[in-house]
């Protein structure tokens, strides 16, 4: 397989080397171009101009603000974190030694999509399907059945040896 052409994954931003996968997500480095591609195919128009827009002002916190809200509305979160993670550099591992020149403003984006990632993800969770009863239920219903037993056998053994004397 071709090493990947690219110097991170266009998944997780992940240095790649000679790897034919991602060591971090898994992406097959034939599959990266192809990766970027379908993303950005799937990402609205005004999004992209909201970039265009952040890039253009990048200390106008009103257009990062805008980005995020059109990320969070059409859900393009892979998308616009690649786009912040372009601008910080993620070309090595994700955790610089201190000192190391990141930008401040991609790095709060950047929390700032996880954390409205996370929250997209949590609210529109739905409760697992119900796969009928549970196996404690199949365990309490035998192990009733064979305390009826019992207790019946007790009552004809007592039975039994009253009737006998």
Same mark, same amino acid.
């Given at each position: %397989?071709?090493?990947?052409?690219?110097?991170?994954?266009?998944?997780?931003?992940t240095a790649q080397g000679n790897a034919t996968a991602c060591p971090k997500c898994g992406l097959r480095a034939d599959k990266m171009s192809g990766f970027?591609?379908? *993303?950005?195919?799937? #990402?609205?128009?005004?999004?992209?101009? @909201?970039?265009?827009?952040?890039?253009? !002002? /990048?200390?106008? @916190?009103?257009? !990062?603000? +805008?980005? *995020?809200?059109?990320?969070?509305? !059409?859900?393009?979160? =892979? /998308? @616009?974190?690649?786009?912040?993670?372009?601008?910080?550099? +993620?070309?090595?591992?994700?955790?610089? +030694?201190?000192?190391? @020149?990141?930008?401040?403003?991609?790095? $709060?984006?950047?929390? $700032? *999509?996880?954390?409205?990632? +996370? #929250?997209?993800?949590?609210?529109?969770?739905?409760?697992?399907?119900?796969?009928?009863?549970? =196996?404690?239920?199949?365990?309490?219903?035998? *192990?009733?059945i064979v305390i009826m037993l019992i207790l019946v056998g007790l009552a &004809?053994?007592? &039975?039994?040896? %009253?009737? #006998?004397?």
């Amino acid at each position: %397989m071709a090493a990947s052409a690219t110097s991170s994954c266009p998944k997780c931003g992940t240095a790649q080397g000679n790897a034919t996968a991602c060591p971090k997500c898994g992406l097959r480095a034939d599959k990266m171009s192809g990766f970027s591609s379908q *993303l950005d195919d799937t #990402v609205p128009d005004v999004a992209r101009v @909201a970039w265009e827009r952040v890039k253009a !002002h /990048w200390d106008d @916190a009103a257009a !990062h603000d +805008e980005l *995020l809200r059109l990320t969070t509305l !059409h859900g393009c979160y =892979s /998308w @616009a974190v690649s786009r912040y993670r372009e601008v910080r550099g +993620e070309a090595g591992p994700p955790f610089r +030694e201190i000192g190391d @020149a990141r930008d401040p403003v991609a790095e $709060r984006q950047l929390d $700032r *999509l996880r954390r409205a990632a +996370e #929250v997209a993800l949590l609210t529109t969770a739905s409760p697992r399907p119900d796969k009928g009863p549970s =196996s404690y239920a199949s365990a309490k219903l035998i *192990l009733g059945i064979v305390i009826m037993l019992i207790l019946v056998g007790l009552a &004809y053994t007592t &039975y039994q040896s %009253m009737t #006998v004397r």
